[in-house]
């Protein structure tokens, strides 16, 4: 095996965001670009002899190609030994397994989520570390410096590896192990859940739709769902992972599912519909009729979980992310358990779970996760939904209202401005933070603020803080606004205001957007959007 050394020059945008490297797909493709990452992902990690590394992706428009450039870069390190998922494959909650079940020392993972495939889309690429969860903040910062120093990188000159077939190959002395994306994980939930009960519940008449959207899930829902608990045929749809995510958004929400959703809404529901996103993190969950917050999934789900093996004995406590509702605080008081509000993405949970502080997370963009990895988990959050149900005898319908008379509704929305000039939404941003001193005790569109920060994080366990994660405006009533700027994005800034209003009453009836007028006005006003961003109206309401 020959190493060559490549002489690069410095990429001044490679700054990794809430979740990993996302770019266009063609930037990535440009020469030198993954490359650079990649080299500087092992500089960080203090190089890759040795190693293990588990490595796939969601199967988008340049997975291929970039798994052997990584292969091959590793092999360059002197790495031990890699697992790939064959064809490419691996969801994210798997990949996340692959590495805790293997002892591995990280992994690669391409994937840009929910975002879309294609040439001209995006692409992504994420290290996890050796707990299986998102690199830290600290990582995070150690590769991005190291993306600013970096003069050339090493790779061997060897043929592509067949990616296609499971079983073991070498590229010089480093093994490549190419496994089945599925098996290992489908063992996992199988240990968690009541299996027996799951399939009992579909012989008994019980009906699904999951759509795959084109992405990762389909050969794991085929798998779990269909083959294993004996859903029928069909219950999959859109279960072949595509280049492009068959031309889609693949990202499990009433807008982005709308077929699911109409189904869910007509007279031909079946019991329960769901969805995941390009890499299997996320999930969508619908009942006949209803659809199910991911905020109050999260706090459903903890309510319920001791129904389930995995979680019989309780849960330790519960961790949300800060723009997500405060549903599951109201689980969490009843349990007499904590309840943690982190700053947003996955990787703010990892020290609480590895810690045992906490034993379900979640967040209001469709993620929910448990101790059992640690990423989020699409699938994982639909079979805990189908054992659950299993276990109660009940329909999502009936779990929903029975939730919201015990502890009250969150009624919650978020509006996306998506692509706006950058200098706009900083100076937005700006504009909330000036006030927040002299806001409390003013009045907007009918509502007192009683308290406005910007949300600031010290993470228990280990001590690291992070500040600016998000502007809070809170109202007197229950009512809250955020404001803060995505971190995923590729294009502009994508300005999300997420609204939420707390309600105590017998009722529920009342349609979201009714119930959030005021708190939304209030934001508005506040914040001066639409003036200082020239939106009149969000590109998504979620
Ligand atoms: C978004 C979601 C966040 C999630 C992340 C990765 O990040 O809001 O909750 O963890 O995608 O899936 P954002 O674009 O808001 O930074
Ligand atoms: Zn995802």
Excluded at 526 to 541: A, C, F, K, Q, Y
Aim: proline share 4%; glycine share 10%; charged share 20%.
């Amino acid at each position: 095996m020959t190493i060559k050394t490549i002489s690069t020059t410095i990429f001044n945008d490679q700054k990794p965001g809430t979740s990993g490297l996302r770019k266009k797909t063609r930037t990535f493709m440009g020469p030198h670009y993954l490359e650079n990452y990649v080299s500087a992902t092992f500089t960080a990690i203090g190089g890759g002899a040795g190693k293990c590394f588990v490595l796939g992706g969601d199967g988008r428009f340049f997975n291929r190609p970039a798994i052997q450039t990584i292969l091959k870069m590793a092999a360059a390190q002197g790495a031990a030994r890699i697992i790939v998922g064959q064809g490419g494959l691996l969801s994210t909650p798997a990949a996340s397994h692959l590495i805790r079940l293997n002892g591995a020392d990280g992994g690669f993972i391409l994937s840009a989520s929910h975002n879309p495939g294609g040439i001209d889309a995006d692409f992504g690429l994420k290290f996890n570390a050796a707990n299986g969860g998102p690199a830290s903040e600290a990582l995070t910062a150690r590769i991005h410096d190291a993306t600013l120093a970096i003069k050339s990188y090493d790779i061997a000159e060897v043929d592509d590896i067949n990616l296609d077939t499971v079983g073991q190959t070498r590229i010089g002395t480093m093994v490549i192990d190419v496994v089945d994306p599925v098996a290992d994980y489908s063992d996992l939930m199988a240990s968690l859940f009541d299996f027996d009960a799951i399939r009992a519940l579909f012989a008994g008449g019980f009906t699904m739709r999951f759509d795959a959207m084109h992405a990762v899930t389909g050969p794991y829902a085929h798998a779990i769902l269909e083959d294993t608990l004996g859903a029928a045929k069909g219950t999959v749809v859109n279960g072949v992972p595509s280049e492009d995510f068959g031309k889609g958004h693949p990202d499990p929400n009433p807008i982005w599912a709308k077929e699911l959703m109409d189904l869910m809404m007509s007279e031909a529901a079946p019991d329960m519909g769901a969805a995941s996103d390009g890499d299997g993190d996320r999930n969508m969950i619908v009942g006949k009729g209803t659809y199910i917050t991911p905020s109050d999934s999260l706090a459903m789900l903890a309510a319920n979980a001791h129904l389930v093996p995995a979680y019989k004995n309780g849960i330790a406590g519960i961790a949300r992310s800060m723009p997500t509702s405060a549903a599951a605080d109201r689980v969490a008081e009843a349990l007499g358990i904590p309840c943690f509000e982190t700053p947003t993405g996955w990787k703010f949970f990892g020290t609480l779970l590895d810690a045992g502080r906490v034993t379900i997370c979640g967040e209001e963009s469709a993620g929910t996760g448990s101790h059992h990895v640690r990423e989020k988990d699409g699938l994982w959050a639909v079979l805990l939904w189908l054992n659950i149900l299993a276990a109660r005898g009940k329909s999502v319908a009936e779990i929903q209202a029975d939730h919201w008379q015990r502890f009250g509704r969150n009624y919650y929305a978020r509006h996306d401005y998506e692509a706006v000039e950058s200098a706009r939404a900083d100076n937005m941003m700006a504009h909330l933070r000036a006030q927040l001193d002299s806001l409390p005790g003013q009045r907007f569109a009918g509502l007192n603020v009683t308290r406005a920060d910007d949300f600031a994080y010290t993470d228990p366990v280990d001590g690291a803080t992070s500040a600016a994660q998000g502007i809070r405006l809170f109202f007197e009533g229950g009512a809250r606004a955020v404001f803060r700027l995505s971190g995923t994005g590729t294009e502009g800034a994508t300005v999300r205001l997420y609204l939420e209003q707390f309600v105590k009453q017998s009722d529920y009836a009342a349609p979201v957007e009714q119930v959030l007028e005021a708190v939304r006005a209030a934001a508005l006003e506040i914040s001066d959007l639409p003036n200082l961003t020239g939106r009149s109206r969000p590109d998504v309401e979620t």
